[in-house]
């Protein structure tokens, strides 16, 4: 009998060997298969790009105008002119700046006002009926003339840009924040109060948790729109900044430059979008990780 036993015992720790030397073989396919398609995804978005480029350059040269729509070759030109010789309006990297400090102040402050906002709407019935004309109607008018507006108001300086940026970020963030404290689940509300929570406990321990994924979700693109806000603030009237280094190429039918001042303000929202997402992965570090079957869609 206890012979029996002990060969039992000696299967079943063999099959656990075996399933835990299969999961581990499984894990180092999956792992090794999601390195290949990486590889294989930025390879092929090599190609596209490269022949994007190619087929602009060969049309610019034998069927468009390039006086109209530029080519690859005069975009580089004016990149490499610009960062070695500097502007009309002074140093690339001063107009970068500027544009980027517009920017960041519009986002932080838009961001910090939307959730502020956002958060206590959505927890009061009442406030957000109350104010929810005013809301929409304020978020309904064009931001073109609100840039027009709030140059005549702040000058051309930066207040006015951040005026800009701050808008377009607010109503962005405002309505996940808004919509991420409504989705809360009202039966952990309840346990908590029961338990005693106040209304900060409730606020800091489950509301903004639950919330955490609107808000980052609208942050993505709301820095887009605080660049956005910065340009089109430039544009309407500035001293300094991309905005106005594009509406002098434009004046002066330079096509290459406002192609040339796009990437360098596309480069800027790319290295904010990469640095949002490492805030998120720290901000969301408590979720539970999906599995690598889960994950790889197995």
Partial sequence: MSLDVANVASTQV????????????????????????????????????????????????????????????????????????????????ANIEVTLEEAVLGFAIGTLAGVVLGVVLGRSRFLAEVLAPFIKGTNAIPRIVLASLFVIWFGLGMTSKVATAFVLVFFAVFFNAFQGAREVDRVLVDNARILGASRWDLMRTIILPSATSWILASMHVAFGFALIGAVVGEVVGADRGMGLLISRSQGNFDAAGIYAGMLIITAVALVAEWLITKLETRLTRWRPQQSSSAAAGI
């Fill in 14 to 93: 063999d099959a656990t060997s075996e399933n835990v030397t299969a999961r581990r073989s499984a894990y180092r396919f999956l792992r090794g298969r999601s390195g290949s398609s990486a590889w294989l995804v930025n390879a092929v978005r090599l190609v596209l790009v490269v022949v994007w480029l190619g087929s602009w350059e060969l049309s610019a040269r034998t069927v468009i105008d390039p006086f109209y729509y530029s080519m690859p070759s005069r975009i580089w030109e004016r990149l490499v002119d610009w960062f070695t010789n500097g502007t009309s309006q002074g140093s690339i990297w």
